[in-house]
């Protein structure tokens, strides 16, 4: 069975710092390019970054996040810096596949962003 | 970037009845294009991939047509599981898009 664990998920003052980590089971990590999807309280889904031959960020966060792999570890990160409030949401870690979907999802972390 | 608008926002429908989701792309997506389920406190969950490719699980009642600009996703006879939220993704390049989401509730 195909799980993604997510955690590292917390409150953080703005300007503040936060890793989330995500760790894959049950299928070769290896194989597939792995994001991060997030979803801001009673919003949509908006795609943050993906890893795979090379490293891909929306505009709203480049610079700020690095998105980063461990494949001995089977785990996923993303080092957040420079918080702001539009950061607030629930993180996904998700598995993108050459299909170019997201066939897998983890249940989420949530991150909140207040002083 | 690659912008995607979903019609309707909302829909209510009955069970039993047939549903079409049209999602439309900003420009040509060729057929990469994905859709997703998503219910209240709950992860999305892929439904169809390469625009009318169904994942394996899916019921066969979910399917999805199109390519280029203009894409849909009928549920040909909803059953109560069916209410959720639906999204559709544009995937031929970075960034990667979502659709603003169309709410199903129960007519």
């Known amino acids: 069975e195909v799980q993604l664990l997510e955690s590292g998920g917390g409150?953080?003052?703005p300007g503040g710092s936060l890793r989330l980590s995500c760790v894959a089971s049950g299928f070769t990590f290896s194989n597939y390019a792995m994001s991060w999807v997030r979803q801001a309280p009673g919003k949509g889904l908006e795609w943050v970054s993906t890893i795979g031959v090379g490293t891909y960020y929306a505009d709203s966060v480049k610079g700020r996040f690095t998105i980063s792999r461990d494949n001995s570890k089977n785990t996923l990160y993303l080092q957040m810096s420079s918080l702001r409030a539009e950061d607030a949401a629930v993180y996904?870690?998700?598995?993108y596949?050459?299909?170019r979907s997201f066939d897998h999802w983890g249940q989420g972390t949530l991150v909140t962003v207040s002083s | 970037d690659i912008q995607m608008t979903q019609s309707p926002s909302s829909v209510s429908a009955s069970v039993g009845d047939r549903v079409t989701i049209t999602c439309r792309?900003?420009?040509?997506?060729s057929s990469?294009?994905?859709w997703y389920q998503q219910k209240?406190?709950?992860a999305p969950k892929l439904l169809i991939y390469a625009a009318s490719s169904l994942q394996s699980g899916v019921p066969s009642r979910f399917s999805g047509s199109g390519s280029g600009t203009d894409f849909t996703l009928t549920i040909s006879s909803l059953q109560p599981e069916d209410f959720a939220t639906y999204y559709c993704q544009q995937a031929i390049s970075f960034p990667i898009t979502f659709g603003q989401g169309t709410r199903l509730e129960i007519k």
Do not use: E, F, N, T
């Open chain 2, 32 to 34: 990469w294009l994905a």
């Open chain 2, 40 to 42: 209240p406190g709950k």
């Open chain 1, 92 to 95: 996904y870690c998700a598995a």
């Open chain 1, 97 to 99: 596949s050459s299909r």
């Open chain 2, 25 to 29: 792309a900003s420009q040509g997506i």
């Open chain 1, 11 to 13: 409150l953080v003052q």
